[in-house]
């Protein structure tokens, strides 16, 4: 057997006797102090809350808008029965008030229509107090929505075109509603015609004859 031969089978005999050999491993994680320990509870605890306190936070808002909007709600309905009173009973007390008015002219004694007046009288005040207001008109842009047009009155100022010009009889409403609109007369303005341009006699001679 040469000497190479002998070399690669001595390479290749195991020393059974030999430790074997361990790698290394990273020294272990040293083990957090308790302050290290109460801190990181801490800013656990403080993510939770901050986490509750958005969704509380998130629920009152809610609740306020949902309470908000209930609210207006029961405007709305209280604002509609009020109309729907005052709508029933509006006109009567209108009848009453113009024989009253009838009466006082036809000269009757003043201490009879005293009882009447102060009917008439409490009535309206409770109108009032349920929202019954008198609808501005004098003055105003016409409003279809709260204006009766009972016809059109020329006018010489612009500004004073389709606005309320003279209030025939008042208008009310309860809130929104419209429970009778004023009676109007209702400004119409119609700008002056443009003057042509004068003619001199030299430039009547300067144009060619056709």
């Keep these: 057997m040469s000497g190479e031969t002998q070399d690669s089978a001595q390479d290749n005999i195991v020393d059974l006797h030999s430790e074997p050999q361990v790698e290394e491993s990273a020294p272990p994680a040293p083990e957090p102090t308790p302050m290290e320990k109460i801190q990181a509870e801490l800013d656990a605890t403080t993510a939770r809350l901050k986490t509750v306190s958005a969704g509380y936070l998130k629920v009152q808002e809610e609740m306020t808008a949902f309470k908000a909007r209930l609210e207006r709600q029961a405007s709305l309905r ?10 029933k009973l509006f006109e009567p007390l209108e009848n009453l008030r113009r024989s009253i008015d009838a009466l006082d002219r036809g ?16 009535f309206s005040e ?51 509603r419209v429970i009778r609109p004023a009676r109007v007369v209702v400004g119409a303005y119609t700008a002056p015609p443009v003057p042509e341009p004068e003619t001199t006699d030299e430039q009547a001679d300067s144009e060619p004859e056709a």
């Design 78 to 87: 209280e604002q509609i029965l009020k109309g729907d009173v005052v709508s």
């Design 126 to 176: 409770g109108f009032k107090s349920m929202g019954l207001e008198e609808i501005n008109a004098q003055g105003e842009r016409f409003d279809p929505n709260q204006h009766e047009a009972l016809t059109t009155m020329p006018v010489e100022e612009a500004a004073l075109d389709q606005r309320v010009v003279q209030v025939f009889s008042a208008g009310y409403r309860v809130g929104t």
């Design 107 to 122: 000269g009757v004694d003043k201490e009879l229509l005293g009882g009447v007046n102060a009917t008439h009288k409490g």
